[in-house]
């Protein structure tokens, strides 16, 4: 039963009878089938389901709708044709921002660069100096000099210009590492390589000893004379304190290695004085089967056994013997091999005369050697 205060219940349209054609309207719903039981669809291929062929030639003009004018979608076409062309000034640049982000990138104080800067700041275990980067270096109070440091208020006060070696590069506040000590020591092993090319002798204070030699300090630098080296290598302790005159044997900056020699500097010192037809004196050290070695004041000679004596020699002995002082003329000088050849023979007034009269020759030995270096001359100019 209808009551008349409820509206009456739409009343469903009427299935067109078959073989009838629906009433056309504005929008036609879609012909309902019933049900029938069909096999499954075969699953769609990417190129069905995704099928732009149909959008090929469109622009985003023609996506979105019309603009009400064919103008329009021309001109939409057009600039999609034309590239597309953009000044700086579209992108907002910005050239002292540009400019500011450079400089902080701006990387001051590679490892090994010496730099010049100035105090700025000092702290009890080091001091800042400004090098120009966008933090201040630091130098750790061990790297401000070779030596040591007890007030580094006085040594390094604000404001004072320093020359540093930069030893490790800038960390993640822009700080790097500076060194005044690495830069003397670099200096001093140019100062000391210099020195050896040049075949220097120097002098130096002996600060210590071991089993093996001495210590001492050069330019800075730690340098061992080995007990072979010395003088008076028997008694090396009591060298400290002493000054010595040194030479070079071993000079290496990475291996941190300085090896000195006095005895090669007492030799040089002597080759300096020595020249070819000088009469030397000195004592006989050694006895060789083919000579003599004859000290000559810090160095030895050579004479050897065809420049004794003008005579035959059956054994060295009946010359002269070990400890036994003697005059002779130098004949040949080798500063590179540290060699002087010495000669008895040329001081004789015949052949033999040594082995005869040895005293006489050694008391003439003045005047003799005056006469042989004549002869000597003349045997130069004779065979040049």
Known sequence: MIKKDQPAAPVPAAAPAAGQQAPASPRAAAPVHPPQSQPPAAPRTDDELFDLGGMEGLTMADLLGPDGSRQGRSRAAESADRPVSRS????????????????????????????????????????????????????????????VITNLKERF??????????????????????????????????????????????????????????????????????????????????????????????VNA????????????????????????????????????YGFFVDLGGISGLLHASCITGADLRDLRQAFSQGERLCALVTDLDPGRGRIALNTA???????ELLVDKQRVMEEAADRANRARSQLRQQEQAAG
């Not at 060194?179 to 210099?194: I, N, P, T, Y």
């Not at 020699?261 to 030397?280: N, P, Y």
């Open 346 to 352: 040329l001081l004789e007034g015949q052949a033999g």
């Open 88 to 147: 700086v000034d579209e992108f907002d640049f910005d050239e002292q921002a540009f400019l500011a982000a450079l400089d902080e990138q701006d990387f001051v104080g590679s490892t090994g660069e010496v730099v010049t800067g100035v105090v700025v700041g000092l702290e009890s275990d080091g001091v800042y100096v400004d090098i120009g980067g966008k933090a201040p270096g630091f130098m750790p109070k061990k790297e401000a000099a070779l030596g």
């Open 157 to 250: 006060p604000s404001g004072t210009a320093v020359e540093v070696l930069v030893t490790r590069e800038q960390n993640a506040d822009g700080m790097v590492t500076v060194s005044a000590r690495a830069l003397a020591l670099r200096h001093s092993w140019e100062k000391v390589r210099a020195l050896e090319k040049d075949g220097k002798v120097v002098q130096v204070k002996v600060s210590g000893f071991n089993r093996g030699g001495v210590t001492c300090d050069l330019e800075g630098l730690r340098g061992f004379i080995p007990r072979s080296q010395l003088v008076e290598g028997e008694n090396h302790e009591a060298l400290v304190g002493k000054t010595l005159g040194v030479t070079f044997l071993e």
């Open 254 to 289: 990475e291996t941190r290695k300085l090896v000195l020699s006095e005895k090669k500097a007492a030799t040089a010192a002597r080759f300096s004085q020595l020249e070819v037809g000088q009469l030397v004196e000195g004592v006989v050290v050694s006895v060789k089967p």
